[in-house]
């Protein structure tokens, strides 16, 4: 596992700083709502590094990785790779810098053209970037673990476990630093899903790869991350090393998305404390004022709704059981 | 009419397309499984409506492009001593001569040539620029979307065989007219399914990925939104094209189109109704050639609807 000292900014494959995605929406009548997806992100991966995304559905994560793929505008902040901006590049240029981060998608049966063979889904990005080669088809389908003879199928006679698997090859193809992995394995099997898992973790044992992975699935988050960041309506409330996370979480909201992950050994299950969040999501175009979390937080006071708690490391004096500082989170009790 | 095959059939029209980030929750193989009945139904044999609408269609084709090679083939070439002869009675002329002596066999021939060949022309330019028009609308969305569905209401509005007189009373009538007229207006059939199935593609994840590798939306729409959308194409304009024909002859026999001495379907029905007391064959026989093509058209077209239904897209991406 790493060490919880962040990378210097300069070496991480991807930083995000501040990201702020707006989307207009429709208000009563003709009103014009604004609906803010993700409102001030800021993270980074480090070569060699997974992290894990972690947060319920409709609380940005999908935005978010659209956003880091060009696919929608940011209304702030920015998406550097390698340290270099893409806002400030040129079409060609940025579209080359963006070929650094691949995705693989959550769904693999609406994420291969039923039309094309496996072969011409993995040439692809080949094609698109002039590098096609037969043999260096032949060797993403030997590197995910297919066979040559496989290329000549059509993704309606694999199974979901070999589709992800010709998703993770075309991701590869055009080798790049960092895989944003969105959901990859939860439309599989469990049993397909730990071979999915394994093969991405030899990958990037193999090629020295960085992955954002994007998940609801703790227990999965937790054997593949180094370092976890929780999103809730469009915020970080918590980051830090996997293991701190997992076992001193800060934030209410972690502390019940964590009691609410079923555990395998009864004795435990029984003994801990469930936290049960009351309400729903709140309106993305509509958000309580100061902390986002307090209309459904267990502990929360009028304080809550006056100041938007920011992601700070812990303070020093804090409690028996220590905080690094790289475990960070956003909530006014816990520096309070 | 290209209108009307959209309510009577609105499996051709994909299932509405999920909003941006529901699309991940998927639901492809509720849509993609097909019946095992009409699973079944591409090994079984033909229908006898689909042999027999392949053997129409034969004949007319044979007729259209065959009828130059025959011996005495003459379309134009008058003789009044033989005028009016009525079929299988003169061995120089199998299926008659008309009120001015003109072989009805090459006649015929060339009438099918020249109204077969217009039809195909207005189809394949209607479904160009329907699917063209289309799938952008459907591939970009925004304005460029309600520019080309507002186009395609007016479009519909527009009376079509007015518009057809009062140019041709300016410009004076010619297939080339005819041609354009009907090619451009008869286009919305296509650009609606097309710009449904390219609505509903534009979010699916395999066309999100060569974006995301550097490909352009030229890419995309050539590799991924057409491929899928040509199929659907192709059946519109295959029970599109009876109807074409009809409406052609009826413009035809109205005056508008070619002109005399070429002859059309349309035209020889027209010239013959004046002899139908006396030689009735001269507006039958050009009705008998129109009616094997249009029946022969609608019953292989049943066919490929038929596949349709369950779309050529979803049966190919129906899961293993």
Known sequence: ?336 | MTQQLLPTDPTLVPPATRSGDSRQGDQHGKVRRRPAAARGKRGAAASPAFVAGCVMLGLVLLLAAGGALLPGYDPFGQDLSAAMRKPLTDPDHLLGTDSLGRDMLSRLSLASFVTLGIALAVVILNAVIGTGLGMAAGYFGGRLDSAVTTLADVNLAMPVVLLLIAVAAVTGPSATLTIATLGLTYWVGYARVSRNLARSLRNRDFVLAPLTQGGGHGWVIRKHILPNVFSQTLIIAATDIATIILIESSLEYLGLGVQPPVPSWGSMIFEGQKYLGTNPWLAVLPGIVMFLTVAGAQFVSQRFTAEGTTGALLRKGRTA
């Open chain 1, 1 to 336: 596992m790493r060490t919880d000292t962040p990378a210097p900014p300069f070496l991480d494959v991807l930083t995000i700083q501040d990201l702020m995605v707006e989307f207009p929406a429709r208000g009563p009548l003709f009103s014009r709502r604004t609906l803010k997806a993700v409102n001030g992100v800021s993270l980074h991966v480090a070569p060699g590094e997974t992290l894990g995304l972690v947060g319920e559905s409709g609380c940005g994560k999908s935005t978010l990785v659209r956003t880091i793929l060009g696919m929608n505008k940011p209304t702030a902040g920015t998406v550097a790779v390698g340290g270099r901006n893409l806002a400030g590049l040129l079409n060609g240029r940025r579209r080359q810098e963006r070929a650094r981060m691949q995705m693989v998608f959550q769904d693999p049966y609406s994420s291969l053209d039923p039309r094309m063979t496996v072969h011409e889904i993995i040439a692809e990005p080949l094609r698109i970037n002039g590098q096609y080669t037969a043999a260096a088809v032949n060797r993403l389908l030997e590197q995910v673990g297919l066979t040559e003879a496989m290329g000549g199928r059509r993704p309606s006679e694999f199974s979901g476990g070999q589709r992800q698997r010709v998703g993770i090859a075309r991701a590869l193809a055009l080798k790049p630093e960092l895989l944003i992995l969105d959901e990859p394995v939860s439309a599989l099997d469990v049993s397909v899903q730990a071979q999915v898992i394994n093969l991405l973790q030899d990958l990037q044992a193999e090629l020295g790869l960085s992955y954002l992975f994007i998940a609801h699935d703790l227990s999965v988050v937790r054997q593949i991350s180094h370092r976890v960041a929780v999103m809730y309506m469009g915020r970080i409330v918590e980051t830090g090393p996997v293991a701190d996370v997992f076992n001193n979480p800060q934030h209410p909201y972690t502390r019940a998305l964590l009691s609410a992950a079923p555990v395998a050994d009864p004795a435990a299950a029984a003994s801990r404390q469930r936290i049960v969040l009351r309400g729903d999501l709140p309106d993305a175009a509509n958000l309580p004022s100061g902390c986002s979390f307090r209309t459904r937080c267990p502990m929360a006071t009028e304080a809550c709704a006056a100041v938007v708690p920011q992601l700070l490391p812990p303070v020093p004096t804090q409690a028996d059981f220590p905080v690094r500082p790289a475990h960070q989170s956003a909530c006014l009790l816990v520096h309070s």
